[in-house]
């Protein structure tokens, strides 16, 4: 198929899609579940389903009693819960936003969501604190036929299908690597690595395949870190250890995926996100920004759109589709209809906190190889 069909293939699968969800008896309700002193409603997931014709909010949930006032009369005047299991049992919501960014609340929240027979979940990444909560949700998913997407949004960027195509028609050479940086603010380093780490390693193992091995070196101010540095980090992660990160994975397409983060580095223009660096040139993964991708060679940068290379977008709600998350929403709506997988799923979360967890089990080893996946579903700092 040429390119041009392809895109216009898929802009057509895209309108049936929208076309079938509209044609339904009713929207899909909503039940928003967010706390406001942990993390909030994350960056946007709460409102964005006023803007879905095919969803109605019709609940929301916070334990603090200002910020869920507030909330309540952002999202429509809805009905107002201070216990998110009382507006599952109560409101019985088709889908469950769940928007809460401190991870240590997750697991609980999307067990009861599928508890109370929702259809679909969308979630604030990162996913949930260990490999054997990810496991859990994986089974719970499937046993119950629910869809559950998380919200790396850029996964769901047009442009990632013209990336893949560019990538395995040779415009960059051959694929020699894949590098991923945090934002490297002042959480660089471990904390870096679990919030905004998975975003990057969410795109590059598109390109990479699945991981097989990771090792690390985790430093605190310049020296190697030791286990008298291991401490609790913000944003309910758990356990993490140091402020700058270096990790090698091996995958098994034999394409090496890096990681990096060092607190306090970022400049403009340091690249968060993943780099896919080829023998002929750089294709640059932008995450949350526009354009995502970037073409750099000979010198020059060039953006990449749904169309190619240095062309305009034809899609003028691409902002939106990505930044959005009218992009996530639709596939979720997309998969709910369709009973398949969403792009970003439970096993897609399951993934980035693997890579994430092998750096620290790594360090627990003194910085050794350690082989994916990892036998310890816990915590490895623990």
């Not at 107002?80 to 928007?99: F, G, N, R, S, W």
């Not at 400049?267 to 993943?274: D, V």
């Not at 190619?308 to 939106?320: A, M, T």
Request: with cysteine; hydrophobic share 40%.
């Amino acid at each position: 198929m040429k390119r041009r069909d392809f895109l216009s293939a898929s802009a057509l699968a895209l309108s049936a899609v929208l076309l079938r969800a509209q044609s339904a008896e009713r929207p899909l309700t909503v039940g928003v579940i967010g706390h406001t002193s942990q993390g909030n409603y994350g960056h946007g997931e709460d409102a964005v389903w006023l803007k879905i014709p095919q969803t109605k909010i019709v609940a929301v949930a916070d334990a603090d009693a200002k910020g869920l006032a507030i909330e309540a009369k952002k999202l429509g005047g809805v009905k107002a819960y201070a216990d998110y299991k009382v507006m599952l049992a109560e409101a019985k919501p088709d889908i469950a936003a769940i928007c809460a960014r401190h991870i240590h609340e997750h697991r609980d929240m999307i067990v009861a969501a599928i508890e109370a027979g929702v259809k679909g979940i969308y979630i604030e990444k990162p996913f949930v604190r260990t490999l054997a909560e990810a496991d859990e949700i994986v089974k719970l998913c499937a046993a119950k036929g629910v869809r559950l997407a998380i919200a790396h949004r850029n996964r769901y960027h047009h442009v990632l299908d013209t990336v893949k195509h560019l990538v395995e028609s040779g415009e960059i050479g051959a694929l020699k690597e894949v590098r991923v940086r945090g934002k490297q603010d002042q959480r660089g380093g471990g904390l870096d690595l679990w919030v905004l780490g998975g975003h990057g390693f969410n795109l590059a193992t598109l390109f990479t395949g699945p991981a097989i091995s990771c090792e690390a070196t985790i430093l605190v101010e310049g020296r190697p870190a030791t286990k008298a540095d291991i401490h609790l980090g913000d944003e309910g992660v758990g356990l993490i250890v140091g402020d700058e990160v270096h990790a090698r994975y091996e995958t098994k397409s034999g394409i090496p995926l890096y990681f990096d983060s060092k607190k306090g580095t970022w400049t403009t223009g340091t690249p968060f996100g993943a780099r896919l660096i080829g023998t002929k040139g750089v294709i640059s993964l932008q995450v949350d920004e526009e354009p995502l991708a970037v073409l750099e060679r000979d010198g020059k940068k060039t953006a990449i759109t749904t169309a190619g290379i240095g062309q305009p977008e034809p899609i003028k709600e691409i902002k939106l589709i990505n930044g959005g998350h009218h992009g996530a929403v639709r596939d979720l709506l997309s998969a709910i209809a369709d009973k398949r997988g969403p792009l970003c799923g439970p096993e897609a979360g399951r993934e980035t906190v693997e890579l994430t967890l092998a750096v620290f089990a790594s360090f627990a080893t003194g910085g050794k190889k350690v082989t994916l996946p990892l036998v310890d579903r816990l915590h490895p700092l623990r």
